[in-house]
């Protein structure tokens, strides 16, 4: 399922999959600026980042963005998607579901419960694993129920990677916010006649 996301750009840059030639430094200019970082190592290393995330492998249909705030200091990925929920809408069924997504991609992890908003439920893990480098798995996850998006019930999935879980950990509230700015984009598309 594809989705769309309309982040806080302050703190936030969405990574297009297809970006013009020259993004990534344009992109490490204007934000160093935003930052006041206006440092020449500062804006290299920012715009090598968001070169390397932009050819990072994309393995299913999701949104990426880089998270930005604290004055350059909370830098860290987030993939962003929407997974078909195969319960019975419960919230019994609901919550096994998303603990098992939890468990599939933060296996060490707790997960506490999270409910930001009437219309949506989930869970937040943050790893426990402290083994420094380690990319393969996300240092935090959110899962969250989105009531009245489409027909079927779907999970956002929000998964947090390359910084270490402290840091990720300390910028959970604005992770859980961008489930305000998440629409599948069949729904997008839909026109009111339909």
Same mark, same amino acid.
């Given at each position: 399922?594809?989705?769309?996301? $309309?982040?806080?750009?302050?703190?936030?840059?969405?990574?297009?999959?297809?970006?013009?030639?020259?993004?990534?430094?344009?992109?490490?200019?204007? &934000?160093?600026?935003?930052?006041?970082?206006?440092?020449?190592?500062?804006?290299?290393?920012?715009?090598?980042?968001?070169?390397?995330?932009?050819? @990072?492998? =994309?393995?299913?249909?999701?949104?990426?963005?880089?998270?930005?705030?604290?004055?350059?200091?909370? /830098?860290?990925?987030?993939?962003?998607?929407?997974?078909?929920?195969?319960?019975?809408? *419960?919230?019994?069924?609901?919550?096994?579901?998303? =603990?098992?997504?939890?468990?599939?991609?933060?296996?060490?992890?707790?997960?506490?419960?999270?409910?930001?908003?009437?219309?949506?439920?989930?869970?937040?893990?943050?790893?426990?694993? @402290?083994?420094?480098? @380690? *990319?393969?798995?996300?240092?935090?996850?959110?899962?969250? &129920?989105?009531?009245?998006?489409?027909?079927?019930?779907?999970?956002?999935?929000?998964?947090?990677?390359?910084?270490?879980?402290?840091?990720?950990?300390?910028?959970?509230?604005? /992770?859980? $916010?961008?489930?305000?700015?998440?629409?599948?984009?069949?729904?997008?598309?839909?026109?009111?006649?339909?």
């Amino acid at each position: 399922m594809q989705i769309a996301v $309309s982040p806080n750009l302050d703190r936030w840059v969405v990574i297009p999959e297809f970006p013009p030639p020259g993004w990534a430094r344009m992109e490490a200019q204007t &934000r160093s600026r935003m930052l006041d970082m206006t440092g020449p190592q500062w804006r290299t290393a920012f715009a090598n980042l968001l070169e390397e995330l932009r050819h @990072t492998e =994309r393995d299913v249909s999701l949104a990426r963005l880089l998270h930005v705030g604290e004055g350059g200091h909370q /830098i860290f990925a987030v993939d962003l998607s929407l997974v078909i929920a195969q319960d019975d809408g *419960t919230k019994e069924g609901r919550r096994a579901t998303q =603990r098992a997504l939890i468990a599939d991609l933060l296996p060490q992890s707790e997960p506490q419960r999270l409910r930001p908003t009437p219309q949506t439920a989930g869970f937040q893990a943050v790893s426990t694993d @402290t083994a420094p480098g @380690t *990319t393969a798995r996300p240092s935090a996850m959110v899962v969250l &129920r989105m009531a009245g998006l489409p027909t079927v019930p779907v999970d956002l999935v929000m998964r947090a990677w390359k910084a270490s879980p402290e840091v990720v950990a300390g910028a959970l509230d604005d /992770i859980v $916010s961008l489930g305000q700015a998440v629409a599948p984009v069949d729904v997008l598309n839909e026109s009111p006649g339909q």
